[in-house]
Structures are given as structure tokens and as C-alpha cells.
């Protein structure tokens, strides 16, 4: 299990050091009118890219702790929320006291379960690379697709609560939409390499 953690940890590491590398791009077009600076600090910074490996470690650990049952899955994620959130980078950002904080913290917790489950059956599989693992723990394209697309659903209902709750982001307002920007940005670019991992591990078709 451990070997199996380490090879997706790493295919994971790999994989965001191309969204952040994508990300920086993007912005740094626009560099004559955005202050990168404070958006690189709180978005696409090395501290943002070390609290999300640590939160994608923190998901693989519980999902290996999980038995399966459907009985012990959600006490599980009751357990280790606390420390899924101390490494989210919308809940550091987010106004506690805000109206909808709630409503936010629970997209959160959305988030997490399906990444827990999700992970769960991806560490049933075996082989010596993630895409064998991969293959090898969710053997058909559909099911990868299912699950997909209900984490995409997921980051869509996040990305709409940011548009609509742009309060709720505790920066200072003259950088706020830029923030909010860049989170849509980085859910946009994530959604797009789930599609595109999807059709090179398991192929056309």
C-alpha cells in the first residue's frame, strides 16, 4: 500500500507542477494590469503547492484506512476534515463569519468524500506505474467517466459559488475578483486534465 501511495503521489506532484506552470503563464499575460506578486503568494505559490500535496497524501491515507463499508465512511471523513481543511486553500482564504460560510465549508466537504472514495477504489488496483494502478482499480473508461464528471459537477458548483459569494473571499478588494479569477481558472485547467488523463490512460472510445 505504501508503494502504491508513493507512485500516485508522485504521478500527482508531477501533474500540478503543469497546472501551476499553465497557470503562471496565464497570468503573467496579464501581467500590466494584475498585482502577481500577492496572487502568485496565495494561489500559484510553492506554500500553495505544498498544502495541496499534502492534501492529496492526507486523502490517499484515509482512503486507505477505509474498509469500504458504507458504515464507516462517513465517521471517517468526520475524523479528518479538520486536517483536510487546514491545508485548503479556499477554506484559508474564506471569511468564517460570511452568511454562506457554511454552505461553502459543506462544497468542501463534497470535495473531500468523493476524493476519498475515489481514491479508495484507484488503491484496489496494482502494478508498478499510476496508470496500471489506475487500470488496474477502476478497469473501465465508463466508471472513470462517472466518477469524473461528478468531480467536475463538484468544482462547477464550487466555481458558481465563488461567482456569486465574491464576499466571502477575505483579501483585500482591490484584489478580490483577481483571486476569484484565479481559483476559476485553476478549477478550469484541472477539470481539462481530467478529461484529457482520462482519454491517454484508458483510450479512445
Not at 48 to 62: G, P, S, Y
Amino acid at each position: 500500500m505504501e508503494d502504491k501511495i508513493r507512485i500516485i503521489v508522485n504521478f500527482y506532484a508531477n501533474l500540478l507542477k503543469k497546472i501551476m506552470k499553465e497557470l503562471e503563464d496565464f497570468f503573467r499575460k496579464k501581467s500590466d494590469i494584475l498585482p502577481l506578486d500577492q496572487i502568485f503568494k496565495i494561489i500559484i505559490g510553492p506554500d500553495t503547492e505544498a498544502k495541496i500535496m499534502k492534501q492529496k497524501e492526507l486523502i490517499l491515507n484515509v482512503a486507505s484506512q477505509w474498509d469500504g463499508s458504507e458504515g464507516t465512511f462517513d465517521p471517517l471523513i468526520e475524523e479528518n476534515f479538520k486536517a483536510y481543511l487546514k491545508s485548503d486553500g479556499n477554506y484559508t482564504n474564506f471569511r468564517k463569519r460570511h452568511r454562506k460560510f457554511e454552505e461553502a465549508k459543506q462544497l468542501l466537504k463534497d470535495t473531500f468524500r468523493h476524493k476519498v472514495f475515489n481514491d479508495y477504489h484507484v488503491l484496489q488496483g496494482t502494478g508498478e506505474t499510476y496508470d496500471e494502478i489506475l487500470k488496474s482499480g477502476i478497469p473501465t473508461k465508463e466508471e472513470v467517466i462517472k466518477l469524473t464528471n461528478k468531480e467536475i459537477g463538484i468544482y462547477d458548483k464550487i466555481c458558481d459559488f465563488l461567482r456569486e459569494n465574491r464576499g466571502i473571499v477575505a483579501v483585500p478588494g482591490i484584489i478580490r475578483i483577481d483571486i476569484i479569477e484565479a481559483s476559476i481558472k485553476f478549477y478550469e485547467i484541472i477539470k481539462r486534465y481530467l478529461k484529457e488523463e482520462t482519454e491517454r490512460i484508458y483510450g479512445p472510445g
